[in-house]
């Protein structure tokens, strides 16, 4: 099956030919949809923490981060930004030359509002010699949406979001990678306001990355009065995976070579782990907003990562009570009733015998620990909570995507469309153990919730595979909290047009 060339590209790309293999059984067979329990509510699933109850978690979280403990924010940052440009790019190649759908008309008619309205109207200057005015008042609309979006111009269909004007500030607009910086000092700098920050990016927008940081760093430290320590990681090889044909074998570009694809936000399970820190937010990167609302964020994210640290920490301690061996019956069944009520983990089968209850939490409690914010459902695409069936027959919290369900199954689609929290990527993790030791994270994922997708190349067709999730199979096997978040927590920047919005003026 494989050539010469084959293996001196897998191992290029750090690949064997038995991960090859099993991609390629995965296309064949297909991946099996997870079973749902039900769908995860405020009656059970997920924590609403009464307003009375909140300085407990906030205050634990100041205690942690005033300790010696490192704190990192995650920022998944290597998606190109063309989907939020997609229905400009349909305006440039229609027939018709004026705005005709609501899309194009909000665009034009509210064009001075965008961040990047200055750098735009420059540009248009600069290749058209008219500024913006003047071509709309020509009815010339095409050339600005050009300017906006092509290679000679500002590049905003090429270019990553991290790194377009979202907000506007009169000291100067910023882009959405300074606004996680700004956020990162109010809720994840260290005693000596140390924040550390990390992007995941692609290789082609790495330098560009590094030079905006290195431009902006030091302007951020004096006014925010915080030390930011930016590092990046790019997609690793090792993580793209076979395309496949119609027959389910390698897929092979004209000339003959394989063609691989990136693995999807999953495969960012490599960087998190390469991370060594004691607890790691992690956020997307067009979830931002202007510092009038970042007093708002900042507290959900320090309420969040304050339940994390208090049930982290008894876990912990009753990880240390069940390896010591120093229990009490009385002691199993307090630490079952943490498990099945705070964790919503549930026994596939009675459990018999201290000796084999003490196992099965051991094994339960020493895991790393997620706790995600949830936000109620308001029709938003998406992901959400659910309880479901875990390979070795347990149920537990989990975010699960459409693409999991079994269409088949009534109530699985039932549960899922009536589910009343979405997932709005909102995490904090604890990823070391009792004695401070970092987990391997790698050894936590549900490697057959996996997802297929049909693509084409050069006319033909052929099937993609992407890796478990991020926060979906990637941390499948992790303990996993929910706590209800508010929607003012959540404003991420689908399309241009969103940051129109008032959250985003």
């Known amino acids: 099956m494989f050539t ?31 079973r749902i329990v039900e769908a995860a509510s405020a009656e059970k699933g997920v924590l609403r923490v009464p307003e009375k109850e909140e300085k407990t978690y906030l205050d634990a979280w100041e205690n942690y981060r005033g300790s010696y403990r490192k704190i990192t924010k995650f920022i998944p940052a290597s998606g190109a930004a063309s989907r939020m440009f997609k229905d400009l790019f349909s305006f440039v190649d229609a027939a018709y030359e004026l705005p005709e759908t609501s899309f194009e008309k ?25 500024d913006i005015p003047s071509l709309t008042g020509a009815k010339q609309y095409k050339p600005i949406a050009k300017a906006l979006l092509s290679t000679d111009g500002l590049n905003y269909g090429g270019l990553p979001k991290g790194l ?61 009065k915080a030390v930011f320590d930016i590092s990046y990681s790019i997609q690793k090889p090792s993580t793209d995976t076979i395309a496949a044909d119609t027959k389910h074998q390698p897929f092979r570009d004209d000339d003959g070579a394989l063609l691989f694809r990136p693995g999807g936000h999953g495969a960012l399970i490599e960087n998190l782990n390469d991370i060594d820190s004691d607890v790691i937010f992690i956020k997307n990167i067009d979830n931002v907003v202007p510092d009038r609302l970042k007093g708002g964020e900042a507290h959900y994210k320090k309420l969040l990562a304050g339940v994390l640290v208090s049930l982290q920490k008894r ?45 099965f939490l051991l094994r339960k409690l020493n895991r790393p620990f997620r706790v995600c914010g949830m936000v109620k459902n308001v029709g938003e695409p998406g992901g959400g909570p659910f309880i479901a069936v875990n390979p070795d027959g347990t149920a537990s919290l989990q975010i699960l995507e459409s693409s999991q369900i079994d269409t088949k199954d009534d109530k699985a689609v039932a549960a899922f469309k009536n589910g009343s929290h979405f997932n709005p990527v909102d995490l904090v ?18 490697k057959n919730t996996g997802f297929i997708s049909q693509k084409s190349k050069g006319g033909k067709e052929l099937k993609a595979l992407e890796l478990p999730g991020l926060w979906n199979g990637a941390m499948s096997d992790w303990n996993t909290v929910f706590v209800e978040v508010p929607i003012s927590t959540f404003n991420p920047v689908k399309t241009v047009n969103d940051l129109l919005r008032e959250e985003h003026q």
């Open 4 to 34: 010469p060339g084959d293996f001196n590209l897998l191992r290029e790309k750090q690949i064997s030919p038995s991960q090859i293999e099993t991609q390629l059984d995965n296309f064949r067979n297909g991946f099996p949809f997870l």
């Open 106 to 130: 909000q665009f034009f008619a509210d064009i001075e509002q965008f961040a990047f309205y200055s750098e735009l109207n420059k540009t248009c200057v600069k290749l058209h010699g008219k």
């Open 429 to 446: 993790c604890g990823v070391k153990d009792h004695k401070g030791l970092k987990y391997d994270l790698t050894k936590y994922v549900d």
């Open 315 to 359: 876990a912990h301690g009753y990880v240390e009570k069940l390896k010591s061996g120093t229990y009490a019956p009385n002691e199993l069944s307090k630490i079952l009733q943490f498990v099945e009520n705070e964790l919503c983990i549930a026994p596939n089968r009675p459990v018999t015998g201290d000796e084999e209850l003490a196992q």
């Open 164 to 224: 377009l004007l979202f907000h506007r500030y009169p000291d100067g607009n910023r882009s959405p990678v300074e606004e996680h910086l700004t956020e990162g000092s109010l809720y994840a700098a260290d005693k000596k306001g140390k924040v550390n920050i990390h992007f995941t990016v692609s290789p082609e927008h790495l330098p560009l990355f590094k030079k905006l940081a290195a431009d902006k760093k030091e302007g951020y430290e004096k006014k925010l």
